[in-house]
Nanobody, 126 residues
Framework: QVQLVESGGGFVQAGDSLRLSCAAS????????MGWFRQAPGKEREFVSG????????DYADSVKGRFTISRDNAKNTVYLQMNSLKPEDTALYYC???????????????????WGQGTQVTVSS
């Protein structure tokens, strides 16, 4: 059984930083891409960032490029999202997700992911 558990969310001021973590269990972590998504109230879930299993390739939504950094530690079965220069519009519930298939690429589409965490809330005050 694959489990994803996010942590690290919180309430911060605009310009502050947070680091989200997603701990995975239940299968060989390094073989699977990981993605971060977010969903604000009344809005659709949107892609934030993705990373392949080896960590050698990443992708970012334009809205976070240059401010957020995704990384992974395969020895710890954990993927991270370092968020700097946070803005009020970054306020959302942040989810990590992973696809069903080994060695598949990350995707910007939520439908490409099979397993999801429960989410961690990020609130940025102006």
């Amino acid at each position: 059984q694959v489990q994803l558990v996010e942590s690290g969310g919180g309430f911060v001021q605009a310009g502050d930083s947070l680091r989200l973590s997603c701990a995975a269990s239940g299968r060989t972590f390094s073989s699977y891409a990981m993605g971060w998504f977010r969903q604000a109230p009344g809005k659709e879930r949107e892609f934030v960032s993705g990373i392949i299993g080896s960590g050698g390739r990443t992708d970012y939504a334009d809205s976070v490029k240059g401010r957020f950094t995704i990384s992974r530690d395969n020895a710890k079965n954990t993927v991270y999202l370092q968020m700097n220069s946070l803005k009020p519009e970054d306020t959302a519930l942040y989810y990590c997700a992973t696809p069903l298939s080994r060695y598949s690429d990350y995707s910007r589409s939520p439908s490409a992911y099979y397993y999801w965490g429960q989410g961690t809330q990020v609130t940025v005050s102006s």
